[in-house]
């Protein structure tokens, strides 16, 4: 039991919140230590401890299994790690504790979930990344992030609502609470899978996302963009790899997102999408379900969290700088924020995944795997998808903010930490994209996959640079949609227009309704008090004084309708 | 910090542009050219047809940006749609020779 208990205190994720409380109550001096030094002693934690589960113990008849280290999980706990480094780096200039708290804590929240072994003690890590990461909106300190952040914490909340009823309903059909594969014929089967769908943002269920992520403080984008939807993807993987229909819903979702990038004005609002849209990539590998499908989609979420941390990194340099993020107000960027450019484009080349960035190393084994399994439908849309991502991430949002026309700002460059983070996550998707071996060789399984072929490098430069030159000519003949002020309308739309509308209009209607009845029910109530001032008021029949003969002849009438009813 | 003094940048000038332009067409050319020179392993038949990458690459892409364009008059706002606006995001005019401070 003690060693045990050892282990389970032995977690990475543990440390990690530790840290976050110490950074809590201690001086701002030491801060380096707790965002950037532990972040490193848990990935050596992580790595020191041997495959298999840790940290067992029975609590109100439950077995948890608080560490459970195994290909899948450890893949995902490193990266999650990695990302807490580099965002604390990116982070550190900033005087803000409760940013830097609720970063912590909310990395060892996504950290504990994938090492979770169970359902209970994923729904409770699962809560605490809800609770942790609205602070990150909230520090942005205006009314409208405070709204917005309800809305997100509602959602967030509705997931895990839907993880425990789902628990609840798997317990007590099996009696096990094991976080095994579950697959939708699974008792709570479908409601789990709703619940992690929601944090995935399946399509119709992604808006919390693009509503909440662009609103959050420079930093607190970039956190966001790491731990929720990835962790949903590593639940995906661990309870439904296989599972059918994500293949279609995963398709749907590299599709419509770039859609609503391709037109959105606010630059990380595109990177929401956009990463929504990346997301889908992960979700049909892990429907496909092969082990180079789920390898892929497991090496895909390491390298999307670099090359997305850092296009928001460099976003955030310039929210930062300039103030606003909105493609209509920048342009000529790159005269006072070079550095920032660049790392912007080493981060687009990635997304787009051009041969030597991460990207391409991690995408194509999805592609591959389709192939494989002759899903010819879904490889094109994500072929077709292949070339929107080139569009939204890969030049528009480099394009517009550090070239196009020049709106005049002569700001500083982003601070030193924030380029160092910048520099550090280049560098790494660079080196992912260069010599991928490290990467494949901490994968989930051991798959054969090279891949730099000459047919496989070509045909992406083929689709990717005639895409760039289908830019060039919209671009030059002034058919590319400009960029204007504005926002889109989208399935945040239903709750935030449609239902007001429809419970303000129900609740008329009810009011109108109970108005109607009451004064029915007053006229009915008036006409019977009348019939009854009539019968028995002042001047009514039975009131009126009567002679002593009608009287006679009354109760004469009585005593011969009694003597007839006696017979 | 200043918007008065706007001296052409790098990227501005129309040689340089072209240039850019020019070294991407002639790029293109050289990988539709490559057609012929390399062994491809189609997976299902039509992606190995000649140039389905380029014309994937190029059809997709004006396929998204022309309908996403088509849908904007469908899907465009204005930006207090919701009536939860910033009033304090800064208008351009406003925001100009604004100095950016450290922190």
Redesign the interface.
Same mark, same amino acid.
């Given at each position: 039991m003690t060693d045990a208990l050892g282990a389970a205190v032995a977690s990475p994720a543990l440390l990690l919140m530790a840290a976050g409380l110490m950074l809590a109550v201690t001086p701002r001096l030491v801060r380096a230590i707790w965002l950037l030094g532990v972040p490193v002693l848990a990935l050596m934690l992580l790595w020191a401890l041997p495959t298999g589960l840790h940290g067992q113990v029975s609590l109100f008849g439950f077995d948890l299994t608080m560490l459970r280290v195994d290909g899948l999980s450890r893949v995902w706990a490193t990266i999650f790690i990695i990302g807490s480094f580099l965002a604390g780096l990116y982070a550190l =200039?900033l005087?803000d504790r409760l940013q830097h708290v609720a970063s912590l804590i909310y990395a060892s929240a996504a950290v504990g979930a994938v090492l979770a072994g169970d359902l209970v003690t994923l729904f409770i890590f699962w809560e605490v990344t809800a609770i942790s990461s609205v602070f990150l909106i909230w520090a942005r300190r @205006?009314v @409208?992030a405070h709204?917005?952040g309800l809305r997100y914490l509602i959602i967030q909340v509705i997931s895990g609502l839907l993880l425990m009823v789902g628990a609840i309903v798997h317990h007590r059909a099996t009696g096990s609470i094991a976080f095994g594969h579950l697959g939708l014929e699974a008792a709570g089967g479908w409601l789990i899978f709703l619940a992690f769908g929601i944090k995935a943002a399946f399509p119709l269920l992604h808006n919390w996302m693009q509503d909440a992520y662009p609103e959050s403080t420079p930093t607190g984008t970039v956190v966001l963009s790491i731990y929720t939807t990835k962790l949903a993807i590593y639940a995906l993987a661990r309870g439904f790899a296989g599972t059918e229909i994500l293949i279609a819903i995963g398709a749907v979702m590299t599709l419509f997102p770039?859609?609503?990038a $391709? !037109?959105e004005n606010d630059l990380r609002r595109v990177l929401a999408y956009s990463l929504n849209n990346q997301l889908g990539f992960m979700v049909v590998g892990i429907g496909i379900g092969t082990p180079l499908a789920v390898n892929g989609a497991a090496a895909h979420a390491f390298a999307h969290i670099l090359y997305k941390g850092l296009l928001l990194m460099s976003m955030g340099a310039v929210l930062y700088?300039?103030?606003?993020v909105k493609a209509s107000?920048l342009g000529?960027l790159?005269?006072s924020m070079p550095a920032t450019a660049v790392f912007c484009i080493v981060g687009s080349m990635s997304i787009s995944a051009f041969p030597l960035f991460s990207g391409f190393v991690t995408k194509s084994m999805i592609l591959t795997a389709a192939?494989?399994q =002759?899903h010819?439908i879904v490889?094109c849309v994500l #072929?077709?998808a292949s +070339?929107?991502v #080139?569009?939204h991430s890969g030049i528009k949002v480099p394009f517009f903010s550090f070239?196009a026309h020049? +709106?005049?700002?002569?700001?500083?460059e982003a &601070?030193a930490n924030m380029l160092a983070a910048m520099a550090i996550t280049a560098a790494l998707c660079i080196g992912i994209g260069v010599y991928p071996a490290p990467l494949y060789a901490i994968l989930p399984f051991d798959v054969d996959y090279s891949p730099y072929?000459?047919?496989h490098v070509? /045909?992406? %430069?083929? %689709? %990717?640079?005639?895409? +760039? #030159? +289908?830019? $060039?000519t %919209?671009y030059?003949s002034g058919?590319? &949609?400009p960029e $204007?002020?504005? !926002? /889109? !309308?989208?399935t945040d739309w239903l709750y @935030?227009?449609a239902l007001p509308i429809v419970v303000a209009g129900s609740r008329r209607a009810l009011l109108g309704g109970r108005k109607r009845a009451i004064g029915a029910a007053t006229i009915g109530l008036a006409g019977a008090r009348q019939r009854l001032e009539q019968a028995f008021g002042v001047r009514g029949v039975m009131a009126r004084t009567w002679t002593t003969g009608v009287m006679l002849l009354w109760v004469t009438a009585l005593l011969a309708a009694y003597l007839l009813l006696y017979y | 910090m200043s918007r008065r003094e706007r001296p052409t940048g790098w990227f501005e000038r129309r040689v340089v542009i072209h240039t850019v332009i020019a070294t991407l067409a002639v790029v293109c050319l050289g990988l539709l050219i490559a057609e012929w020179f390399y062994a491809k392993h189609p997976y299902f038949g039509f992606d190995g047809w000649f140039g389905f990458y380029p014309a994937a690459g190029f059809g997709a892409y004006c396929l998204i940006v022309l309908s996403a364009k088509a849908l904007r008059p469908l899907l465009r706002r204005d930006e207090d749609y919701y009536g939860e606006a910033d009033p304090d995001e800064a208008d351009l005019e406003e925001s100009i020779g604004r100095e950016h401070r450290d922190d």
């Amino acid at each position: 039991m003690t060693d045990a208990l050892g282990a389970a205190v032995a977690s990475p994720a543990l440390l990690l919140m530790a840290a976050g409380l110490m950074l809590a109550v201690t001086p701002r001096l030491v801060r380096a230590i707790w965002l950037l030094g532990v972040p490193v002693l848990a990935l050596m934690l992580l790595w020191a401890l041997p495959t298999g589960l840790h940290g067992q113990v029975s609590l109100f008849g439950f077995d948890l299994t608080m560490l459970r280290v195994d290909g899948l999980s450890r893949v995902w706990a490193t990266i999650f790690i990695i990302g807490s480094f580099l965002a604390g780096l990116y982070a550190l =200039h900033l005087d803000d504790r409760l940013q830097h708290v609720a970063s912590l804590i909310y990395a060892s929240a996504a950290v504990g979930a994938v090492l979770a072994g169970d359902l209970v003690t994923l729904f409770i890590f699962w809560e605490v990344t809800a609770i942790s990461s609205v602070f990150l909106i909230w520090a942005r300190r @205006r009314v @409208r992030a405070h709204i917005i952040g309800l809305r997100y914490l509602i959602i967030q909340v509705i997931s895990g609502l839907l993880l425990m009823v789902g628990a609840i309903v798997h317990h007590r059909a099996t009696g096990s609470i094991a976080f095994g594969h579950l697959g939708l014929e699974a008792a709570g089967g479908w409601l789990i899978f709703l619940a992690f769908g929601i944090k995935a943002a399946f399509p119709l269920l992604h808006n919390w996302m693009q509503d909440a992520y662009p609103e959050s403080t420079p930093t607190g984008t970039v956190v966001l963009s790491i731990y929720t939807t990835k962790l949903a993807i590593y639940a995906l993987a661990r309870g439904f790899a296989g599972t059918e229909i994500l293949i279609a819903i995963g398709a749907v979702m590299t599709l419509f997102p770039i859609f609503y990038a $391709v !037109i959105e004005n606010d630059l990380r609002r595109v990177l929401a999408y956009s990463l929504n849209n990346q997301l889908g990539f992960m979700v049909v590998g892990i429907g496909i379900g092969t082990p180079l499908a789920v390898n892929g989609a497991a090496a895909h979420a390491f390298a999307h969290i670099l090359y997305k941390g850092l296009l928001l990194m460099s976003m955030g340099a310039v929210l930062y700088r300039v103030g606003t993020v909105k493609a209509s107000e920048l342009g000529g960027l790159y005269k006072s924020m070079p550095a920032t450019a660049v790392f912007c484009i080493v981060g687009s080349m990635s997304i787009s995944a051009f041969p030597l960035f991460s990207g391409f190393v991690t995408k194509s084994m999805i592609l591959t795997a389709a192939a494989e399994q =002759h899903h010819w439908i879904v490889w094109c849309v994500l #072929l077709i998808a292949s +070339a929107g991502v #080139l569009d939204h991430s890969g030049i528009k949002v480099p394009f517009f903010s550090f070239f196009a026309h020049d +709106a005049g700002y002569r700001v500083k460059e982003a &601070p030193a930490n924030m380029l160092a983070a910048m520099a550090i996550t280049a560098a790494l998707c660079i080196g992912i994209g260069v010599y991928p071996a490290p990467l494949y060789a901490i994968l989930p399984f051991d798959v054969d996959y090279s891949p730099y072929t000459a047919a496989h490098v070509i /045909n992406q %430069l083929q %689709l %990717l640079l005639f895409a +760039a #030159l +289908a830019f $060039v000519t %919209l671009y030059r003949s002034g058919l590319y &949609p400009p960029e $204007v002020r504005g !926002i /889109n !309308i989208d399935t945040d739309w239903l709750y @935030r227009r449609a239902l007001p509308i429809v419970v303000a209009g129900s609740r008329r209607a009810l009011l109108g309704g109970r108005k109607r009845a009451i004064g029915a029910a007053t006229i009915g109530l008036a006409g019977a008090r009348q019939r009854l001032e009539q019968a028995f008021g002042v001047r009514g029949v039975m009131a009126r004084t009567w002679t002593t003969g009608v009287m006679l002849l009354w109760v004469t009438a009585l005593l011969a309708a009694y003597l007839l009813l006696y017979y | 910090m200043s918007r008065r003094e706007r001296p052409t940048g790098w990227f501005e000038r129309r040689v340089v542009i072209h240039t850019v332009i020019a070294t991407l067409a002639v790029v293109c050319l050289g990988l539709l050219i490559a057609e012929w020179f390399y062994a491809k392993h189609p997976y299902f038949g039509f992606d190995g047809w000649f140039g389905f990458y380029p014309a994937a690459g190029f059809g997709a892409y004006c396929l998204i940006v022309l309908s996403a364009k088509a849908l904007r008059p469908l899907l465009r706002r204005d930006e207090d749609y919701y009536g939860e606006a910033d009033p304090d995001e800064a208008d351009l005019e406003e925001s100009i020779g604004r100095e950016h401070r450290d922190d």
